[in-house]
């Protein structure tokens, strides 16, 4: 009589590619077609203090959910503070206003709330999980955290010793050591290619006036943006979010960044003795709102994107069984985007499965897809955006915040649907021309001898 | 095409776990009974052919979880064929006599769904998310994989090569995980929760066409299967469309009961040490044989369950509060219980030092918070927290259609009941701190225990 599951399944998609970074990226991009048909009826509330949010009102559990983003992750940390913002997102929940650590979680835990912060390169979030019944005092615990965190000496060291210790412990990983040199060579010089999580040596640097000093620039009412789901309804949604972001600066204290082309057309090569070798190519992106976006993410949703039936996956996998995953992605970053593809291999036949994957893409390029297959990657992306992003309340507050980071309106719901389906096969066949044409940065993480060989 | 494993035990996971996955139905108390929760029920039925159905009804989107859950797993394996049901899980995907290789997942694509699917040690499920009026047609094309599969040598040689690799990246390339599989393999004296559930590398690359389709034969059939479907749909919806689909396959034979070797006494305390190039920090585990919810007696898994949350179940654990925050000599502890195995299943506890501090002080202070709840027990608030906890989570749990068709499917995969799942609650409940107590002093014996050390490769234990 097993009464309850805790298995700790791993999900992850086979297509999946091994980068985090890539990963992350494909999550960010997920939010590209929504059929008309998930009717997800949106409200913008407006508090007193000038706060929006976007509402999704749901009664049939009693939870709510809440998510927000203020512009600004770590590409805003000063030089040499590397990690500050990822440090500062595990702080929050350590003490806060008059109470310290054990009487904060205390309260989080009688609250039966759920807080959660974390830090991207462009923005920086926040998560609440709660009880409906519970919400006054989930809300206020959520106040206290965003307006007084308190940095003392005690969380500030043990967790920034944790974050310290898993930068260590993965020092010898040849994955981690990868997406260090992959970063470095697309992005350069541009904040874009620093460590999010930082160095043991920057995190042993970061005061707690560093702290605050971010916070302060950060945390403001301009660059806010909120999305609320579950048993609440708007007039009480706008008390909490006066109570919650109400007294925040109105503006925030960013620095300008610079828009960065991902560097191509370069070869890296690294060494380990490792039964498999892992694949990386960067071709240039498409930003998200030109005009041609749509259709450069139909093209690379049948070359590497989401699905089994892509033509890397077909090629790479299931006829050849070269890897376990194979995908593609288009990274889309505020001040850059780049096509990516990722995929682990067996060493001896790393050159082979670049040689596949190079194929794939020149056919690509030179050809574009058939219109079946254009057809077929519409019928996908419309109605997989149910699925991927409106299953739970948290997806859901998730895209609503994504939604407004990106600017794409309330009705981008309705009008998404519109977009990709005047997407033609000549604008298709354009994006892959424009896109895959040219040479690709390359890198190869493996065996010497397999590594060191020309592709 | 997944595969739940145990070497994924990293102390964020347990978190997101305790939250999502290890919970049950609201309790009583907590639901207020209306309308809606009449509607909300979930329920069970029974084809002729043996093909148990578990609906869960939620209609706040449009749009439906079908998961098949097959009651095989690869501690039911051949001895010699390790790895064999994950393998046959990847097999399920290429095509059948009335539909070509991929065709399946094309469709699922076509429509913007999500397939994929996972094995574990006792069971193996595939699942679709796809908007309702896809149901049946996803129902047809499972229904049709449950016997009509293809299995030439033309698709068995690239697959095997796929999980090859998929064994590369998860394990071989994981110092952690290689260490997982070793301490599992020690720990299990003669049970096959000692054998990885991807399969040894050796034994994979000998598995063939003739051992596949003597799996299928075996246990892919009706009733030796539970299906669940949760979300925008109907009791009497599913069962109509099932009985279209499912109903039209031939019952299998009936299969004997699932009783495998079981463990000796165990009476000794063994060690695993892993040192690699690739390692920069130690880290241990240490893991116990100890009773799951199918064979413990009654009350004893659900204390086993508090006692890891007390013990190492998050920041508010009291390995986290002493080790970590007080002690300061370690950056990560906690404590798992792996709760719904079929079979006498595993605790474990896990912990790395911080800044000076040596590994051996980290474990000796985990194993002192051992026996101060051996000799001092818990108290009683921390006890009710814990409940709390859980219960808590059950709510949030409601929240993730396929969060709850996965707690179903696996209960039931595993001999339990719906009953069993919205009963919990109030086992949990009833748990008292004398019961936590018994339960560390019974099972986290020092003397039985199997440590597993991941070490640099110039690291010296102190």
Not at chain 1, 440 to 452: H, L, N, Q, S, Y
Not at chain 2, 46 to 65: F, K, M, S, Y
Request: proline content about 5%.
């Amino acid at each position: 009589m097993p009464a309850l599951l805790c298995a700790p399944f791993r999900i992850a998609r086979p297509q999946a590619v091994e980068a985090a970074r890539l990963i992350v990226a494909l999550v960010a991009l997920a939010f590209v077609a929504l059929p008309a048909k998930a009717a997800v009826d949106i409200q913008k509330v407006e508090s007193e203090s000038g706060v929006t949010a976007w509402l999704v009102e749901d009664y049939s559990v009693p939870l709510i959910s809440v998510r927000f983003a203020f512009e600004g992750g770590s590409i805003q940390e000063p030089a040499g503070q590397e990690g500050l913002a990822r440090l500062m997102s595990g702080l929050f929940d350590e003490g806060a206003g008059g109470l310290d650590r054990a009487a904060f979680q205390e309260q989080l835990d009688q609250s039966g709330a759920e807080m959660s912060f974390d830090s991207g390169a462009d923005a920086f979030y926040g998560s609440m999980r709660m009880l409906a019944e519970e919400r006054e005092a989930a809300f206020s615990l959520l106040a206290l955290a965003v307006n007084a965190p308190r940095f003392d000496p005690e969380p500030l060291a043990r967790i920034s010793s944790q974050l310290a210790n898993r930068i260590a412990a993965r020092e010898n990983d040849p994955d981690t050591k990868a997406s260090i040199a992959w970063a470095s060579a697309i992005y350069g010089d541009h904040p874009y290619a620093r460590r999010q999580e930082g160095t043991p040596e920057t995190l042993a640097a970061i005061t707690a006036d560093d702290l605050r000093a971010f916070h302060r620039r950060l945390f403001a009412r301009g660059n806010l943006v909120v999305g609320v789901v579950g048993a609440i309804d708007a007039e009480t949604l706008k008390t909490e979010l006066d109570k919650v972001f109400g007294s925040l600066p109105a503006e925030p204290d960013l620095q300008p960044v610079e828009v960065v082309e991902p560097k191509v057309d370069q070869k890296i090569l690294l060494e380990f003795d490792l039964p498999q070798a892992s694949l990386r190519l960067a071709y240039p992106g498409m930003r998200r709102d030109d005009p041609r976006f749509f259709a450069a993410y139909l093209m690379n949703h049948i070359l590497g994107g989401g699905t089994f039936s892509s033509r890397l996956f077909e090629e790479v996998r299931e006829k050849r069984g070269l890897a376990y995953g194979v995908g593609s992605t288009i990274v889309n970053r505020d001040y850059s985007s780049a096509l990516m593809i990722g995929t682990s291999t067996r060493a001896d036949r790393a050159q082979e499965t670049l040689s596949v994957i190079r194929d794939v893409v020149k056919t690509m390029a030179e050809e574009g897809p058939s219109e079946q297959e254009l057809a077929d990657a519409k019928n996908y992306v419309l109605g997989a955006y149910a699925i991927n992003n409106l299953d739970t309340s948290s997806a859901i507050a998730r895209t609503l915040v994504d939604l407004q980071i990106e600017e794409l309106g309330m009705d981008y719901i309705e009008r998404r649907e519109e977009l990709i389906g005047a997407v033609t096969l000549d604008e298709v066949r354009e994006a892959a021309r424009l896109l895959l044409s040219g040479e690709p940065a390359v890198m190869i993480v493996g065996p010497a001898d397999e590594a060191g060989k020309e592709g | 095409m997944i595969f739940a494993d145990r070497s994924a035990r990293l102390p964020v996971l347990r978190i997101v776990l305790a939250l999502v996955f290890c919970v049950g139905a609201v309790p009583a108390a907590l639901a207020e009974t209306t309308a809606q929760d009449e509607e909300s029920r979930v329920t069970r039925h029974v084809l002729d052919n043996g093909l148990e159905i578990i609906v869960i009804p939620d209609h706040r989107a449009p749009v439906v979880t079908h998961m098949l859950w097959y009651k095989t797993g690869s501690a039911d394996e051949t001895p010699g064929k390790s790895g064999i049901a994950h393998f046959f899980e990847h097999l399920m995907f290429k095509g059948t006599t009335n539909h070509g290789p991929g065709e399946f997942s094309r469709r699922v694509a076509e429509i913007g769904g999500q397939e994929n699917a996972f094995t574990s040690y006792d069971y193996t499920a595939y699942f679709q998310q796809v908007t309702p009026e896809a149901l049946e047609t996803m129902m047809a094309f499972e229904a049709d994989r449950m016997r009509n599969l293809v299995l030439s040598d033309e698709v068995i040689g690239p697959e095997r090569d796929v999980i090859i690799e998929e064994r590369n990246s998860r394990v071989e390339n994981e110092p952690g995980a290689l260490l997982g599989e070793e301490v599992d393999a020690t720990l299990y004296q003669n049970h096959p929760y000692g054998i990885p559930v991807i399969g040894w590398m050796h034994e994979i690359e000998e598995l063939n066409r003739a051992d596949a389709i003597a799996f299928y034969e075996r246990y892919y059939a009706p009733n030796n299967a539970v299906l669940v479907v949760a979300g925008d749909v109907t009791a009497e919806q599913v069962r109509t469309l099932a009985e279209a689909t499912y109903g039209k396959v031939a019952r299998g034979p009936d299969l004997p009961p699932r009783i495998r070797p079981k463990e000796p006494e165990q009476n000794t305390s063994r060690t695993v040490t892993l040192t690699d190039a690739r390692v920069t920090r130690p880290s241990f585990r240490k893991a116990w044989v100890v009773p799951s919810y199918s064979t413990a007696e009654p009350g004893e898994a659900e204390a086993l369950d508090l006692l890891s949350e007390i013990l190492g179940g998050g920041v508010r654990s009291r390995a986290y509060e002493t080790l970590v925050v007080e002690k300061g000599i370690a950056s990560s502890v906690g404590a798992y219980f792996q709760s719904d195995a079929l079979d006498d299943t595993s605790f474990e506890i896990y912990g790395a030092p911080r800044g000076d501090a040596t590994l051996a002080e980290v474990e000796a202070a985990m194993d002192a918070e051992i026996s101060r709840i051996v000799d001092d027990g818990v108290t009683e608030k921390e006890l009710a927290m814990a409940k709390k906890r859980y219960v808590r989570s059950m709510i949030f749990a409601r929240d993730s259609q396929q969060g709850m068709a996965r707690i179903y499917g696996a209960t039931l995969a595993t001999g339990g009941t719906i009953e069993d799942i919205e009963e919990w609650p109030r086992r949990i409940e009833a748990v008292t701190a004398e019961q936590v107590k018994s339960a560390a002093r019974r099972y986290l014996s020092p003397d039985r225990s199997v440590t597993g050390y991941l070490l640099p490769a110039t690291e010296e234990r102190s």
